[in-house]
Protein backbone atom coordinates (compact mmCIF):
# COMPACT_ATOMS: atom_id res chain seq x y z
CA UNK A 1 0.00 0.00 0.00
CA UNK A 2 1.07 3.23 -0.93
CA UNK A 3 1.43 5.69 1.64
CA UNK A 4 2.08 9.13 2.55
CA UNK A 5 5.31 10.51 5.21
CA UNK A 6 2.64 10.79 8.11
CA UNK A 7 0.95 7.16 7.23
CA UNK A 8 4.30 5.93 6.78
CA UNK A 9 5.70 7.02 10.00
CA UNK A 10 2.55 5.94 12.15
CA UNK A 11 2.92 2.48 10.48
CA UNK A 12 6.57 2.26 11.32
CA UNK A 13 5.90 3.78 14.96
CA UNK A 14 3.39 1.57 15.69
CA UNK A 15 5.62 -1.44 16.74
CA UNK A 16 7.16 0.66 19.44
CA UNK A 17 3.73 2.31 20.45
CA UNK A 18 5.47 5.86 19.16
CA UNK A 19 3.87 9.21 19.45
CA UNK A 20 2.93 10.75 15.39
CA UNK A 21 2.45 14.07 16.73
CA UNK A 22 1.32 16.00 13.75
CA UNK A 23 0.28 19.59 15.62
CA UNK A 24 2.08 22.95 15.22
CA UNK A 25 1.79 23.78 18.48
CA UNK A 26 -0.27 26.78 17.73
CA UNK A 27 -3.71 26.32 19.43
CA UNK A 28 -5.62 27.66 16.75
CA UNK A 29 -4.11 25.96 14.09
CA UNK A 30 -4.26 22.62 15.79
CA UNK A 31 -8.42 23.11 16.69
CA UNK A 32 -9.76 19.52 15.22
CA UNK A 33 -12.82 21.74 14.04
CA UNK A 34 -10.67 23.17 11.48
CA UNK A 35 -9.22 19.90 10.17
CA UNK A 36 -11.13 19.97 6.84
CA UNK A 37 -8.47 22.76 5.89
CA UNK A 38 -5.68 20.57 6.89
CA UNK A 39 -3.32 19.58 4.32
CA UNK A 40 -1.14 16.56 3.16
CA UNK A 41 1.55 16.73 5.57
CA UNK A 42 -1.40 15.86 8.55
CA UNK A 43 -3.96 13.73 6.28
CA UNK A 44 -4.10 9.65 7.19
CA UNK A 45 -6.09 7.69 5.45
CA UNK A 46 -9.06 6.06 7.43
CA UNK A 47 -8.22 2.72 5.35
CA UNK A 48 -4.30 3.27 6.34
CA UNK A 49 -5.64 3.22 10.11
CA UNK A 50 -7.50 0.05 9.61
CA UNK A 51 -5.13 -1.77 7.97
CA UNK A 52 -2.44 -1.10 10.57
CA UNK A 53 -4.98 -1.79 13.65
CA UNK A 54 -6.39 -5.17 11.74
CA UNK A 55 -3.46 -6.65 10.13
CA UNK A 56 -0.57 -4.67 11.88
CA UNK A 57 2.85 -3.74 11.02
CA UNK A 58 4.79 -7.45 11.24
CA UNK A 59 7.02 -6.22 13.97
CA UNK A 60 4.33 -4.65 15.91
CA UNK A 61 4.34 -8.33 18.43
CA UNK A 62 6.10 -6.41 21.41
CA UNK A 63 4.31 -5.11 24.46
CA UNK A 64 4.81 -1.66 23.58
CA UNK A 65 3.03 -1.79 20.04
CA UNK A 66 -0.07 0.92 20.44
CA UNK A 67 -1.89 3.26 17.72
CA UNK A 68 -1.10 6.99 19.22
CA UNK A 69 -1.82 9.78 16.15
CA UNK A 70 -2.07 13.57 17.14
CA UNK A 71 -3.18 16.60 15.31
CA UNK A 72 -4.14 14.31 12.18
CA UNK A 73 -6.81 14.55 9.85
CA UNK A 74 -8.61 11.00 9.53
CA UNK A 75 -10.59 10.94 6.04
CA UNK A 76 -13.11 8.41 5.02
CA UNK A 77 -14.86 6.03 6.88
CA UNK A 78 -13.36 4.28 9.26
CA UNK A 79 -14.64 1.02 10.01
CA UNK A 80 -13.53 -1.66 12.57
CA UNK A 81 -16.36 -3.43 13.06
CA UNK A 82 -16.19 -7.04 14.52
CA UNK A 83 -12.64 -6.23 14.46
CA UNK A 84 -10.21 -8.07 17.14
CA UNK A 85 -7.67 -5.27 18.37
CA UNK A 86 -5.73 -6.88 20.62
CA UNK A 87 -3.62 -3.06 21.00
CA UNK A 88 -4.59 -0.05 22.72
CA UNK A 89 -6.08 2.52 20.09
CA UNK A 90 -5.27 6.10 21.01
CA UNK A 91 -6.45 9.55 19.26
CA UNK A 92 -5.76 13.14 20.39
CA UNK A 93 -6.74 16.52 18.46
CA UNK A 94 -7.30 14.80 15.74
CA UNK A 95 -10.47 15.20 13.14
CA UNK A 96 -12.35 12.54 11.27
CA UNK A 97 -14.35 13.81 8.33
CA UNK A 98 -16.84 10.27 7.92
CA UNK A 99 -18.14 8.08 10.61
CA UNK A 100 -16.38 5.77 12.74
CA UNK A 101 -17.28 1.92 14.00
CA UNK A 102 -16.39 -0.31 16.94
CA UNK A 103 -19.53 -1.96 16.64
CA UNK A 104 -19.03 -5.56 18.26
CA UNK A 105 -15.31 -5.19 18.02
CA UNK A 106 -13.06 -6.18 20.81
CA UNK A 107 -10.39 -3.98 22.19
CA UNK A 108 -7.87 -3.75 24.75
CA UNK A 109 -8.52 0.92 25.05
CA UNK A 110 -9.86 3.32 23.15
CA UNK A 111 -9.21 6.73 23.93
CA UNK A 112 -9.88 9.81 21.55
CA UNK A 113 -8.71 12.96 23.13
CA UNK A 114 -10.30 16.36 21.93
CA UNK A 115 -10.83 15.09 18.91
CA UNK A 116 -13.62 15.66 16.27
CA UNK A 117 -15.97 13.14 14.68
CA UNK A 118 -18.87 13.15 12.54
CA UNK A 119 -20.62 9.50 14.73
CA UNK A 120 -19.21 6.81 16.92
CA UNK A 121 -20.67 2.98 16.49
CA UNK A 122 -20.16 1.51 19.54
CA UNK A 123 -22.80 -0.72 19.66
CA UNK A 124 -21.67 -4.05 21.53
CA UNK A 125 -17.92 -3.57 21.31
CA UNK A 126 -15.92 -5.19 24.55
CA UNK A 127 -13.60 -3.08 25.70
CA UNK A 128 -11.14 -4.71 28.04
CA UNK A 129 -9.63 -2.13 29.70
CA UNK A 130 -11.05 1.69 29.49
CA UNK A 131 -12.70 4.07 26.53
CA UNK A 132 -12.11 7.35 27.03
CA UNK A 133 -13.54 10.33 24.70
CA UNK A 134 -12.33 13.30 27.17
CA UNK A 135 -12.92 16.80 25.36
CA UNK A 136 -14.09 15.08 22.01
CA UNK A 137 -17.05 16.52 19.86
CA UNK A 138 -18.97 13.80 18.34
CA UNK A 139 -22.39 14.05 16.19
CA UNK A 140 -23.99 10.95 17.78
CA UNK A 141 -22.67 8.16 19.95
CA UNK A 142 -23.92 4.63 20.09
CA UNK A 143 -22.64 2.14 23.07
CA UNK A 144 -25.83 0.06 23.03
CA UNK A 145 -24.67 -3.21 24.90
CA UNK A 146 -21.36 -2.45 24.74
CA UNK A 147 -19.29 -3.90 27.81
CA UNK A 148 -16.13 -1.55 28.95
CA UNK A 149 -14.47 -3.67 32.12
CA UNK A 150 -12.83 -0.43 32.93
CA UNK A 151 -14.18 2.93 33.30
CA UNK A 152 -15.70 5.08 30.42
CA UNK A 153 -14.93 8.57 30.32
CA UNK A 154 -16.83 11.20 28.50
CA UNK A 155 -15.54 14.45 30.57
CA UNK A 156 -16.17 17.36 28.31
CA UNK A 157 -17.25 15.57 25.11
CA UNK A 158 -20.02 17.47 23.13
CA UNK A 159 -22.66 16.03 21.31
CA UNK A 160 -25.16 17.21 18.62
CA UNK A 161 -27.22 14.83 17.09
CA UNK A 162 -30.23 15.41 14.38
CA UNK A 163 -32.48 13.12 15.96
CA UNK A 164 -33.91 12.53 19.32
CA UNK A 165 -31.26 10.74 20.55
CA UNK A 166 -27.60 11.71 21.04
CA UNK A 167 -26.11 9.05 23.40
CA UNK A 168 -27.64 5.31 22.92
CA UNK A 169 -26.32 3.44 26.12
CA UNK A 170 -28.91 0.81 26.17
CA UNK A 171 -28.18 -1.95 27.96
CA UNK A 172 -24.48 -0.46 28.43
CA UNK A 173 -22.46 -2.26 30.98
CA UNK A 174 -19.65 -0.63 32.38
CA UNK A 175 -17.44 -2.56 34.99
CA UNK A 176 -15.67 1.15 36.94
CA UNK A 177 -16.76 4.36 36.85
CA UNK A 178 -18.83 6.28 33.95
CA UNK A 179 -17.19 9.87 34.35
CA UNK A 180 -19.02 12.44 32.24
CA UNK A 181 -18.19 15.88 33.99
CA UNK A 182 -19.12 19.01 32.04
CA UNK A 183 -20.81 17.07 28.87
CA UNK A 184 -22.95 19.05 26.75
CA UNK A 185 -25.70 17.11 24.70
CA UNK A 186 -27.84 18.53 22.13
CA UNK A 187 -30.30 15.35 22.19
CA UNK A 188 -31.72 12.81 24.68
CA UNK A 189 -28.69 10.47 26.70
CA UNK A 190 -30.80 7.01 26.47
CA UNK A 191 -28.95 4.99 29.30
CA UNK A 192 -32.03 2.33 30.08
CA UNK A 193 -31.25 -1.03 31.56
CA UNK A 194 -27.42 0.19 31.97
CA UNK A 195 -25.16 -0.79 34.71
CA UNK A 196 -22.32 1.28 36.04
CA UNK A 197 -20.50 -0.91 38.64
CA UNK A 198 -19.20 2.28 39.88
CA UNK A 199 -19.71 5.98 39.89
CA UNK A 200 -21.78 7.89 37.51
CA UNK A 201 -20.57 11.45 37.43
CA UNK A 202 -22.57 14.38 35.46
CA UNK A 203 -21.22 17.11 37.60
CA UNK A 204 -21.43 20.29 35.53
CA UNK A 205 -23.10 18.44 32.31
CA UNK A 206 -25.66 20.27 30.07
CA UNK A 207 -28.08 18.10 28.73
CA UNK A 208 -30.39 19.77 25.98
CA UNK A 209 -33.57 18.40 24.82
CA UNK A 210 -36.31 20.89 25.52
CA UNK A 211 -39.91 19.48 25.20
CA UNK A 212 -38.33 15.68 24.91
CA UNK A 213 -36.47 13.08 27.27
CA UNK A 214 -33.22 14.68 28.00
CA UNK A 215 -32.07 11.46 30.10
CA UNK A 216 -33.89 8.11 29.88
CA UNK A 217 -32.53 5.91 32.50
CA UNK A 218 -34.98 3.76 33.38
CA UNK A 219 -33.78 0.93 34.96
CA UNK A 220 -29.97 2.17 35.07
CA UNK A 221 -28.08 0.52 37.88
CA UNK A 222 -25.55 2.14 39.36
CA UNK A 223 -23.31 0.73 41.67
CA UNK A 224 -21.52 3.87 43.24
CA UNK A 225 -23.51 7.04 43.31
CA UNK A 226 -24.85 9.23 41.14
CA UNK A 227 -23.77 12.88 40.58
CA UNK A 228 -24.99 15.35 38.61
CA UNK A 229 -23.88 18.73 40.49
CA UNK A 230 -24.37 21.91 39.04
CA UNK A 231 -25.77 20.25 36.36
CA UNK A 232 -28.11 21.62 33.71
CA UNK A 233 -31.01 19.08 32.18
CA UNK A 234 -33.78 21.18 29.66
CA UNK A 235 -36.18 18.20 29.44
CA UNK A 236 -37.16 15.07 31.53
CA UNK A 237 -34.87 13.06 33.51
CA UNK A 238 -36.62 9.64 33.88
CA UNK A 239 -34.82 7.62 35.99
CA UNK A 240 -38.30 5.48 36.67
CA UNK A 241 -36.81 1.85 38.41
CA UNK A 242 -33.39 3.02 38.86
CA UNK A 243 -31.20 1.77 41.72
CA UNK A 244 -28.51 3.66 42.87
CA UNK A 245 -26.37 1.75 45.36
CA UNK A 246 -24.60 5.41 47.27
CA UNK A 247 -26.21 8.53 46.91
CA UNK A 248 -28.31 10.51 44.22
CA UNK A 249 -26.22 13.86 44.35
CA UNK A 250 -28.24 16.99 42.42
CA UNK A 251 -26.99 19.75 44.49
CA UNK A 252 -26.96 23.00 42.93
CA UNK A 253 -28.53 21.63 39.30
CA UNK A 254 -30.88 23.07 37.44
CA UNK A 255 -33.81 21.02 35.68
CA UNK A 256 -35.80 22.92 32.88
CA UNK A 257 -38.11 22.22 30.14
CA UNK A 258 -40.73 20.09 31.55
CA UNK A 259 -42.15 17.80 29.47
CA UNK A 260 -46.25 17.32 30.78
CA UNK A 261 -45.17 19.44 34.00
CA UNK A 262 -42.20 17.19 35.00
CA UNK A 263 -38.51 17.69 35.02
CA UNK A 264 -37.58 14.83 36.89
CA UNK A 265 -39.48 11.35 37.01
CA UNK A 266 -37.55 9.08 39.55
CA UNK A 267 -40.85 6.67 40.42
CA UNK A 268 -39.59 3.36 42.21
CA UNK A 269 -36.10 4.73 42.46
CA UNK A 270 -34.00 2.80 44.95
CA UNK A 271 -31.16 4.55 46.62
CA UNK A 272 -29.13 3.34 48.76
CA UNK A 273 -27.70 6.51 50.60
CA UNK A 274 -28.96 10.12 50.26
CA UNK A 275 -30.69 12.07 48.24
CA UNK A 276 -28.70 15.74 48.25
CA UNK A 277 -30.30 18.09 46.13
CA UNK A 278 -28.93 21.76 47.95
CA UNK A 279 -29.49 24.54 45.64
CA UNK A 280 -31.41 22.40 42.90
CA UNK A 281 -33.72 24.56 40.65
CA UNK A 282 -36.60 23.16 38.46
CA UNK A 283 -39.13 25.09 36.48
CA UNK A 284 -41.58 21.49 36.81
CA UNK A 285 -42.44 18.86 38.97
CA UNK A 286 -39.87 16.31 41.00
CA UNK A 287 -41.86 12.82 40.74
CA UNK A 288 -40.52 10.34 43.77
CA UNK A 289 -43.68 7.80 43.63
CA UNK A 290 -42.78 4.24 45.41
CA UNK A 291 -39.08 5.70 46.06
CA UNK A 292 -36.84 4.27 48.46
CA UNK A 293 -33.87 6.35 50.15
CA UNK A 294 -31.98 4.48 53.25
CA UNK A 295 -30.33 7.96 54.03
CA UNK A 296 -31.93 11.20 54.11
CA UNK A 297 -33.09 14.02 51.61
CA UNK A 298 -31.32 16.88 51.34
CA UNK A 299 -33.08 19.91 49.86
CA UNK A 300 -31.69 23.01 51.79
CA UNK A 301 -32.01 26.03 49.63
CA UNK A 302 -33.84 24.20 46.62
CA UNK A 303 -36.14 25.87 44.38
CA UNK A 304 -38.87 24.58 42.99
CA UNK A 305 -41.29 25.38 40.77
CA UNK A 306 -44.46 24.05 39.66
CA UNK A 307 -47.30 26.82 40.08
CA UNK A 308 -51.07 25.31 39.72
CA UNK A 309 -49.53 21.13 39.85
CA UNK A 310 -47.14 19.22 42.35
CA UNK A 311 -43.73 20.30 43.01
CA UNK A 312 -42.87 17.33 44.91
CA UNK A 313 -44.56 14.11 44.38
CA UNK A 314 -43.54 11.37 46.53
CA UNK A 315 -46.55 9.48 47.41
CA UNK A 316 -45.50 6.56 49.29
CA UNK A 317 -42.26 7.63 49.64
CA UNK A 318 -39.31 5.37 52.33
CA UNK A 319 -36.86 7.34 53.73
CA UNK A 320 -34.61 5.92 56.21
CA UNK A 321 -33.33 9.35 57.90
CA UNK A 322 -34.97 12.91 58.00
CA UNK A 323 -35.77 15.13 55.11
CA UNK A 324 -34.28 18.50 55.56
CA UNK A 325 -35.88 21.83 53.69
CA UNK A 326 -34.13 24.33 55.36
CA UNK A 327 -31.98 27.14 54.21
CA UNK A 328 -34.77 28.96 52.22
CA UNK A 329 -36.59 25.79 50.70
CA UNK A 330 -39.26 27.32 48.39
CA UNK A 331 -41.57 24.86 46.40
CA UNK A 332 -44.40 26.78 44.34
CA UNK A 333 -46.75 23.99 44.11
CA UNK A 334 -47.87 21.04 46.29
CA UNK A 335 -45.18 19.06 48.10
CA UNK A 336 -47.03 15.44 48.44
CA UNK A 337 -45.37 13.04 50.78
CA UNK A 338 -48.51 11.50 52.00
CA UNK A 339 -48.45 7.09 52.52
CA UNK A 340 -44.72 7.48 53.05
CA UNK A 341 -42.28 6.61 55.89
CA UNK A 342 -39.87 8.86 56.89
CA UNK A 343 -37.08 7.42 59.41
CA UNK A 344 -36.29 10.60 61.08
CA UNK A 345 -37.12 14.11 61.72
CA UNK A 346 -38.82 16.63 58.53
CA UNK A 347 -37.57 19.76 59.09
CA UNK A 348 -39.40 23.10 57.50
CA UNK A 349 -37.65 25.66 59.24
CA UNK A 350 -37.08 28.73 56.80
CA UNK A 351 -39.09 26.38 53.69
CA UNK A 352 -41.31 28.73 52.02
CA UNK A 353 -44.50 26.41 50.46
CA UNK A 354 -47.11 27.95 47.89
CA UNK A 355 -49.97 26.43 46.81
CA UNK A 356 -52.73 29.31 46.94
CA UNK A 357 -56.17 27.85 47.07
CA UNK A 358 -55.02 23.98 47.04
CA UNK A 359 -53.16 21.92 49.13
CA UNK A 360 -49.30 23.23 49.96
CA UNK A 361 -48.22 20.33 52.30
CA UNK A 362 -49.82 16.65 51.72
CA UNK A 363 -48.69 14.20 54.25
CA UNK A 364 -51.59 11.93 54.65
CA UNK A 365 -51.42 8.86 55.91
CA UNK A 366 -47.51 9.17 56.81
CA UNK A 367 -45.27 7.75 59.65
CA UNK A 368 -42.20 10.06 60.66
CA UNK A 369 -40.33 8.95 63.05
CA UNK A 370 -39.00 12.26 64.90
CA UNK A 371 -40.60 15.55 64.73
CA UNK A 372 -42.50 17.30 62.44
CA UNK A 373 -40.37 21.04 62.76
CA UNK A 374 -42.06 24.13 61.26
CA UNK A 375 -41.21 26.42 63.73
CA UNK A 376 -39.80 29.92 63.04
CA UNK A 377 -41.85 31.90 60.89
CA UNK A 378 -42.36 29.35 58.38
CA UNK A 379 -45.11 29.74 56.08
CA UNK A 380 -47.21 28.10 53.88
CA UNK A 381 -49.77 29.28 51.38
CA UNK A 382 -52.39 26.67 51.19
CA UNK A 383 -53.24 23.78 53.05
CA UNK A 384 -51.25 21.80 55.63
CA UNK A 385 -53.08 18.33 55.42
CA UNK A 386 -51.76 15.65 58.08
CA UNK A 387 -55.01 13.48 58.02
CA UNK A 388 -54.09 10.20 59.63
CA UNK A 389 -50.38 11.34 60.16
CA UNK A 390 -48.38 9.73 62.53
CA UNK A 391 -45.61 11.82 63.72
CA UNK A 392 -43.77 9.77 67.09
CA UNK A 393 -42.24 13.24 68.37
CA UNK A 394 -44.05 16.42 68.00
CA UNK A 395 -45.93 18.80 65.53
CA UNK A 396 -44.16 21.90 65.82
CA UNK A 397 -45.56 25.08 64.36
CA UNK A 398 -44.41 27.59 66.94
CA UNK A 399 -44.26 30.70 64.75
CA UNK A 400 -45.62 29.26 61.47
CA UNK A 401 -47.53 31.18 59.32
CA UNK A 402 -50.16 29.23 57.54
CA UNK A 403 -52.47 30.81 55.30
CA UNK A 404 -55.30 29.31 53.30
CA UNK A 405 -57.93 32.28 53.42
CA UNK A 406 -61.87 30.93 52.83
CA UNK A 407 -60.49 27.22 53.21
CA UNK A 408 -58.84 24.41 55.09
CA UNK A 409 -55.47 26.04 56.36
CA UNK A 410 -54.62 22.91 58.92
CA UNK A 411 -56.16 19.42 58.46
CA UNK A 412 -55.21 17.20 61.17
CA UNK A 413 -58.22 14.70 60.79
CA UNK A 414 -56.83 11.18 62.89
CA UNK A 415 -54.26 12.88 63.25
CA UNK A 416 -51.24 10.83 66.19
CA UNK A 417 -48.20 12.47 67.59
CA UNK A 418 -46.99 12.99 71.23
CA UNK A 419 -47.24 16.91 71.19
CA UNK A 420 -48.90 19.90 68.88
CA UNK A 421 -47.36 23.03 69.34
CA UNK A 422 -48.51 26.39 68.68
CA UNK A 423 -48.08 29.59 70.02
CA UNK A 424 -48.90 33.41 70.29
CA UNK A 425 -46.58 33.86 67.43
CA UNK A 426 -48.26 31.40 65.38
CA UNK A 427 -50.84 32.52 62.47
CA UNK A 428 -53.90 30.12 61.22
CA UNK A 429 -55.39 32.21 58.44
CA UNK A 430 -58.34 29.52 57.91
CA UNK A 431 -60.64 26.74 59.11
CA UNK A 432 -58.50 24.17 61.45
CA UNK A 433 -59.91 20.69 61.39
CA UNK A 434 -58.56 18.37 64.17
CA UNK A 435 -61.44 15.69 64.15
CA UNK A 436 -60.38 12.73 65.79
CA UNK A 437 -57.07 13.86 66.30
CA UNK A 438 -54.87 12.17 69.25
CA UNK A 439 -52.52 14.52 71.11
CA UNK A 440 -50.54 13.99 74.05
CA UNK A 441 -49.73 17.32 74.80
CA UNK A 442 -51.30 20.56 72.97
CA UNK A 443 -49.84 23.49 73.44
CA UNK A 444 -51.09 26.88 72.57
CA UNK A 445 -52.66 30.00 72.86
CA UNK A 446 -56.31 30.04 72.49
CA UNK A 447 -57.26 33.61 71.39
CA UNK A 448 -54.45 33.08 68.67
CA UNK A 449 -56.88 30.17 66.89
CA UNK A 450 -59.43 30.98 63.71
CA UNK A 451 -62.97 32.02 64.30
CA UNK A 452 -63.55 28.17 62.82
CA UNK A 453 -62.35 24.83 64.49
CA UNK A 454 -63.19 21.64 63.83
CA UNK A 455 -62.62 19.51 67.33
CA UNK A 456 -65.13 16.48 67.72
CA UNK A 457 -62.77 13.55 68.56
CA UNK A 458 -59.79 15.78 69.63
CA UNK A 459 -57.81 14.00 72.46
CA UNK A 460 -55.19 15.12 74.38
CA UNK A 461 -54.01 14.07 77.66
CA UNK A 462 -52.69 17.82 78.68
CA UNK A 463 -53.24 21.10 77.99
CA UNK A 464 -50.70 24.47 77.94
CA UNK A 465 -49.85 26.65 79.00
CA UNK A 466 -52.04 26.24 82.11
CA UNK A 467 -54.74 28.90 82.46
CA UNK A 468 -58.32 29.13 83.88
CA UNK A 469 -61.55 27.50 81.97
CA UNK A 470 -62.61 30.96 81.53
CA UNK A 471 -59.97 31.57 78.92
CA UNK A 472 -60.26 28.50 77.34
CA UNK A 473 -63.90 27.90 77.20
CA UNK A 474 -64.52 30.81 74.28
CA UNK A 475 -62.29 27.69 72.53
CA UNK A 476 -64.74 25.08 72.42
CA UNK A 477 -67.35 27.56 71.10
CA UNK A 478 -65.20 28.01 67.83
CA UNK A 479 -66.65 24.74 66.30
CA UNK A 480 -68.73 24.91 63.44
CA UNK A 481 -70.90 22.10 64.23
CA UNK A 482 -72.22 24.04 67.39
CA UNK A 483 -72.50 21.83 70.75
CA UNK A 484 -69.54 19.14 71.36
CA UNK A 485 -70.29 17.86 73.99
CA UNK A 486 -66.98 15.07 73.68
CA UNK A 487 -64.53 18.32 73.41
CA UNK A 488 -65.88 19.91 76.76
CA UNK A 489 -65.40 16.70 78.37
CA UNK A 490 -61.63 16.26 77.02
CA UNK A 491 -61.03 19.61 78.35
CA UNK A 492 -62.44 18.55 82.02
CA UNK A 493 -60.91 15.59 82.15
CA UNK A 494 -57.42 17.45 81.32
CA UNK A 495 -57.95 19.80 83.62
CA UNK A 496 -58.72 16.86 86.51
CA UNK A 497 -55.62 15.20 85.66
CA UNK A 498 -53.78 18.62 86.28
CA UNK A 499 -55.38 18.76 90.01
CA UNK A 500 -57.47 21.53 88.73
CA UNK A 501 -60.82 20.46 89.77
CA UNK A 502 -62.14 23.72 90.16
CA UNK A 503 -61.66 24.30 86.45
CA UNK A 504 -63.08 21.04 85.44
CA UNK A 505 -66.26 21.47 86.84
CA UNK A 506 -66.58 25.14 85.37
CA UNK A 507 -66.11 23.18 81.85
CA UNK A 508 -68.69 20.53 82.89
CA UNK A 509 -71.13 23.31 83.69
CA UNK A 510 -70.36 25.15 80.86
CA UNK A 511 -71.34 22.37 78.78
CA UNK A 512 -74.44 21.96 80.14
CA UNK A 513 -75.07 25.41 79.37
CA UNK A 514 -74.14 25.36 75.99
CA UNK A 515 -76.28 22.32 75.77
CA UNK A 516 -79.15 24.39 76.83
CA UNK A 517 -78.64 26.77 74.26
CA UNK A 518 -80.05 24.88 71.46
CA UNK A 519 -83.32 23.51 73.87
CA UNK A 520 -86.64 24.22 73.94
CA UNK A 521 -88.43 27.09 75.83
CA UNK A 522 -89.03 25.51 79.03
CA UNK A 523 -85.80 23.35 79.07
CA UNK A 524 -84.02 26.50 78.35
CA UNK A 525 -85.76 28.12 81.66
CA UNK A 526 -85.40 24.84 83.33
CA UNK A 527 -81.80 24.73 82.48
CA UNK A 528 -81.45 28.64 83.68
CA UNK A 529 -82.81 27.54 86.45
CA UNK A 530 -79.98 24.74 87.39
CA UNK A 531 -77.63 26.87 86.78
CA UNK A 532 -78.40 29.94 89.11
CA UNK A 533 -78.90 27.43 91.64
CA UNK A 534 -76.57 24.40 91.82
CA UNK A 535 -74.39 25.48 88.16
CA UNK A 536 -75.40 22.06 86.94
CA UNK A 537 -74.75 20.74 89.87
CA UNK A 538 -71.64 20.98 90.12
CA UNK A 539 -71.23 24.33 92.18
CA UNK A 540 -73.76 22.43 95.20
CA UNK A 541 -72.26 25.33 97.70
CA UNK A 542 -74.22 27.81 94.96
CA UNK A 543 -77.50 26.26 96.51
CA UNK A 544 -76.40 26.33 100.01
CA UNK A 545 -75.96 30.00 99.45
CA UNK A 546 -79.29 30.60 98.20
CA UNK A 547 -80.64 29.38 101.22
CA UNK A 548 -78.61 30.41 103.49
CA UNK A 549 -79.82 33.83 102.03
CA UNK A 550 -83.42 33.36 101.69
CA UNK A 551 -82.94 31.74 105.49
CA UNK A 552 -81.84 35.22 106.36
CA UNK A 553 -84.50 36.86 104.76
CA UNK A 554 -87.37 34.76 106.16
CA UNK A 555 -85.67 35.01 109.62
CA UNK A 556 -85.42 38.61 109.60
CA UNK A 557 -88.81 39.63 108.23
CA UNK A 558 -90.80 37.61 110.11
CA UNK A 559 -89.13 38.65 113.41
CA UNK A 560 -90.36 42.35 112.58
CA UNK A 561 -93.72 41.57 111.41
CA UNK A 562 -94.88 37.94 113.04
CA UNK A 563 -97.59 36.61 111.62
CA UNK A 564 -100.92 36.00 113.17
CA UNK A 565 -101.53 32.35 115.31
CA UNK A 566 -103.88 30.10 113.37
CA UNK A 567 -105.55 28.82 117.12
CA UNK A 568 -103.93 31.56 119.46
CA UNK A 569 -104.82 29.02 122.96
CA UNK A 570 -102.73 26.10 121.19
CA UNK A 571 -100.05 27.79 119.04
CA UNK A 572 -96.54 26.97 119.96
CA UNK A 573 -94.56 29.71 120.74
CA UNK A 574 -93.05 31.62 117.59
CA UNK A 575 -89.43 31.21 116.36
CA UNK A 576 -89.15 33.32 113.10
CA UNK A 577 -85.79 31.31 112.17
CA UNK A 578 -87.79 27.68 112.41
CA UNK A 579 -90.39 29.12 110.98
CA UNK A 580 -88.37 30.31 107.74
CA UNK A 581 -86.95 26.67 107.36
CA UNK A 582 -90.29 25.57 107.65
CA UNK A 583 -91.08 27.43 104.75
CA UNK A 584 -88.11 26.63 102.73
CA UNK A 585 -87.72 22.72 103.19
CA UNK A 586 -90.38 20.65 102.19
CA UNK A 587 -89.30 18.13 103.92
CA UNK A 588 -88.94 19.68 107.27
CA UNK A 589 -92.23 19.89 109.41
CA UNK A 590 -91.70 21.81 112.79
CA UNK A 591 -94.80 23.09 113.07
CA UNK A 592 -94.91 26.63 112.80
CA UNK A 593 -95.77 26.94 109.17
CA UNK A 594 -99.68 25.00 110.43
CA UNK A 595 -99.32 27.09 113.45
CA UNK A 596 -99.21 30.61 111.82
CA UNK A 597 -100.82 31.85 108.65
CA UNK A 598 -99.24 35.48 107.31
CA UNK A 599 -101.33 37.66 105.63
CA UNK A 600 -101.09 40.63 103.29
CA UNK A 601 -97.51 40.87 101.78
CA UNK A 602 -96.25 38.49 104.64
CA UNK A 603 -98.26 35.75 102.84
CA UNK A 604 -96.51 36.39 99.55
CA UNK A 605 -93.08 36.05 100.71
CA UNK A 606 -94.22 32.85 102.46
CA UNK A 607 -95.53 31.20 99.51
CA UNK A 608 -92.37 32.38 97.56
CA UNK A 609 -90.07 30.89 100.27
CA UNK A 610 -91.91 27.35 99.69
CA UNK A 611 -91.35 28.00 96.07
CA UNK A 612 -87.88 28.75 96.39
CA UNK A 613 -87.19 25.80 98.30
CA UNK A 614 -89.06 23.49 96.25
CA UNK A 615 -86.98 24.73 93.22
CA UNK A 616 -83.95 24.48 95.27
CA UNK A 617 -84.78 20.82 96.01
CA UNK A 618 -85.59 20.19 92.60
CA UNK A 619 -82.59 21.38 90.68
CA UNK A 620 -79.97 20.12 93.80
CA UNK A 621 -82.01 16.76 93.00
CA UNK A 622 -81.49 17.21 89.57
CA UNK A 623 -78.02 18.29 89.47
CA UNK A 624 -76.76 16.06 91.66
CA UNK A 625 -78.17 12.94 89.70
CA UNK A 626 -76.72 14.43 86.54
CA UNK A 627 -73.20 14.44 88.01
CA UNK A 628 -73.15 11.34 89.77
CA UNK A 629 -74.46 9.51 86.56
CA UNK A 630 -71.66 11.20 84.44
CA UNK A 631 -69.06 9.52 87.60
Given amino acids: MDMSIPERALWDGYPRGVVVDLRTGDPQLDDPASSAGWGPARTVRAAVVAELLLRGNPGGTGQQARLRLRGARVTGPLDLSYADLARPVEFEDCGFDADVSFAEA ?74 AYDMVVHGGVDLPNATVNGRLELDRAQLVHPGGVALLATDLTVGGSLRCRGGTVEGLAMLRGARIGGSLDLGGARLTGPVNGEVLSAARVTIGHDLSAEGLVTEGGIRLHGARIEGAMELRGAQLRRPGGWALNAYRLILGAGMFCTGGFRAVGMVNLSAGHIGGKIDLRGAILEHPGGTALKLNGTTIEWNLDARDGFPANGEVSLWQTVVTGQ ?69 EPAMPASLRLPWLRRNPDGYLPRAYEQLAAAYRRLGHDDDARAVLAAKQRHRHESASIPAKVWGYLQDVTVGYGYRPARAGAWLLTLLVLGTVVFALRRPAPVDPGHAPAFNSLVYAIDLLLPIVDFGQERAYQPTGALQWLAYGLIAAGWILATTVAAGLTHVLKRQ
Fill in 106 to 179: TTRSISFLRCHLQNLDCDTVAVRSHLGLVGSRIGWLSLYNADIVGQLDLSGVHLAAAGDCALNGELLHVGGSLY
Fill in 395 to 463: VDLTGARLSNPGGKVLGCQQLQTRALLLGPATTLDGTVDLRDATVGVLRDDPEHWPADIWLDGLGYDAI
